[in-house]
């Protein structure tokens, strides 16, 4: 890879975690988004490609594909779909979570 690739793909992974934090559901911010977070240094190209064109679906689609409430389309149905179904990569701060939230 060129540098110039190199720094387009950072860049691109940048955009995906910002994406995928502000997604518009609090459930789909957490849950998309950490998994975003946790990973995203670690995407491909094809990687970024998939979930870019998953941000074009509705947050209620995807929620429910990564819940296994509803089987996701063929093209969403791949390897990097079964790793966000397992939800074994999400922490949550209470601590913070209280701070911010006055819960």
């Known amino acids: 890879m060129t540098d110039k690739e190199i720094t387009d793909l950072m860049k691109r992974r ?3 975690v910002f994406r995928a934090k ?3 559901i609090k459930e789909a911010d957490i ?4 998994f975003v977070e946790k990973f995203h240094q670690t995407f491909s190209q094809k990687n970024c490609a998939w979930f ?3 941000f074009e679906e509705t ?3 995807i929620l429910n594909w990564i ?4 089987p996701p389309p063929t093209m969403f149905n791949k390897k990097i779909m079964h790793r966000m179904q397992k939800i074994d ?9 209280i701070k911010e939230n006055g819960i």
Do not use: V
């Open 14 to 16: 940048k955009r995906l």
């Open 22 to 24: 502000h997604r518009g």
């Open 31 to 34: 849950i998309i988004g950490s």
């Open 52 to 54: 870019e064109l998953m």
């Open 59 to 61: 947050d209620y689609d």
């Open 67 to 70: 819940t296994k409430k509803a």
């Open 89 to 97: 990569y999400i922490t949550i701060d209470i601590k913070q979570d």
